[in-house]
């Protein structure tokens, strides 16, 4: 069975910094993109950060941000296949959400899954 387990979450002063870490497991083959999601109370998701993995990294990293977090935020994958990070730095109130890990078209024993979420992190930013 695949499953996306997210870690990291938890409450930070504004300024402050935490590291989002997201591993897919389960009989996978590949991946072609992971990504981090949030979800504020009375919002909808939204997109934070997005990079393909690995497996897709052939003609070089496709890695994009939302507006509000370029140059605070960095997604990068992690040293064990299927594994991202989201370092989050000089955090704000407004990046107070639940954090949900994604990953895009997974290749896997049981056929193509077009997408999968993980259960999501709650990550609090304090005044």
């Known amino acids: 069975q695949v499953q996306l387990v997210e870690s990291g979450g938890g409450l930070v002063q504004a300024g402050g910094s935490l590291r989002l870490s997201c591993v897919a497991s389960g009989s996978i083959f590949s991946v072609e993109h992971m990504g981090w999601y949030r979800q504020a109370p009375g919002k909808q998701r939204e997109l934070v950060a997005v990079i393909n993995t690995a497996a897709t990294a052939n003609n070089g990293d496709s890695i994009n941000y939302d507006n509000s977090v370029k140059g605070r935020f960095t997604i990068s994958r992690g040293n064990a296949k299927n594994t991202v990070h989201l370092q989050m730095n000089s955090l704000k109130p407004e990046d107070t959400a639940v954090y949900f890990c994604?990953?895009?078209?997974?290749?896997?024993?049981?056929?193509?899954?077009?997408?999968?979420w993980g259960q999501g992190t709650q990550v609090t930013v304090s005044s």
């Open positions: 994604h990953a895009d078209r997974l290749a896997t024993a049981r056929g193509l899954l077009l997408g999968k």
